[in-house]
């Protein structure tokens, strides 16, 4: 699955490469999901068919859009066939495989990427589409990403899941997912939907990351793409911050039940 977005700079990566997340970064994903959990709409209710464990693809759809572009994946065969999003989306013909060693000439969502997509790229989907390396967040070291060969390697900038698997967690897009935001940062919005479409469970990323998104289409470039991500991140860092002071406010302000309360009732009338 691809990993997410961040721009070769000074400061930590955010997702890029194949190392674990450091501590500091597990505790800031662990008080973003804090700040998600209990959010998740009704929407996101998971369908299941017997087959799959997920929702088919609508047969009745009147105008069902038409994907005009190459949609590709490398599957490297490390997820459960029955739950793999890449593999769905190869049942109902909607995205093709390449083999190992098989140049891409499209963008390529892969976490040997050093620079987010953004809406400047696309020129380069609109013409030769969009691939995206399936695979297990846990396998990334068996992955031979040097066989993999694009000229158009990309990241993916700060997201949130709604698979099932990982709902709520930063950062940890499956494969549609994964194509989807590529599709809605770079402008072609009926395409996400007609992937996601797929999925019981699809429509709940647009809810969950619609703010997200939106920011990164009013940036102009992958530097300005990074830029924004670390805006959000910083935001929400200054949020749960803001949201813990809250909570330890109020635990001081609520009376201790195991202290009587000091009231004119408890008063002997003697001393009136």
């Not at 009745?60 to 490390?78: L, S």
């Not at 940890?172 to 194509?179: G, H, K, P, S, Y």
């Not at 770079?186 to 709940?204: K, V």
């Amino acid at each position: 699955m691809p990993k997410p977005s961040h721009l070769k700079t000074n400061s930590p990566r955010r997702g890029g490469g194949t190392s674990h997340p450091s501590r500091g970064r597990r505790r800031q994903n662990q008080r973003i999901e804090s700040l998600i959990s209990g959010r998740r709409p009704e929407s996101a209710i998971d369908l299941h068919d017997p087959e799959n464990g997920e929702e088919s693809p609508g047969d009745n759809d009147d105008a069902v859009v038409q994907i005009n572009v190459p949609v590709a994946m490398w599957d490297f065969d490390h997820c459960d066939p029955r739950r793999c999003s890449g593999k769905k989306l190869a049942r109902a013909g909607l995205i093709d495989d390449l083999k190992v060693g098989q140049r891409f000439r499209g963008i390529v969502l892969s976490p040997k990427g050093t620079s987010p997509v953004s809406p400047a790229d696309r020129a380069i989907v609109e013409q030769n589409g969009l691939a995206v390396v399936e695979c297990s967040w846990a396998k990334l070291d068996e992955v031979p990403f040097s066989k993999i060969a694009s000229p158009h390697e990309r990241l993916l900038p700060y997201l949130i899941a709604t698979n099932p698997v990982n709902y709520g967690k930063p950062w940890r897009l499956n494969c549609v997912e994964a194509l989807a935001a590529a599709f809605y940062i770079t402008g072609f919005d009926s395409f996400a939907e007609r992937l996601l479409s797929c999925f019981g469970w699809g429509h709940s990323f647009w809810e969950v990351n619609r703010h997200l998104i939106e920011k990164y289409r009013t940036c102009h470039s992958a530097i300005e793409i990074t830029e924004m991500q670390e805006k959000i991140l910083v935001d929400l860092e200054t949020s749960y911050r803001q949201s813990r002071v809250t909570i330890e406010e109020d635990d001081w302000l609520a009376p201790n039940p195991n202290r009587a309360v000091d009231t004119p009732a408890n008063h002997d009338d003697s001393e009136e």
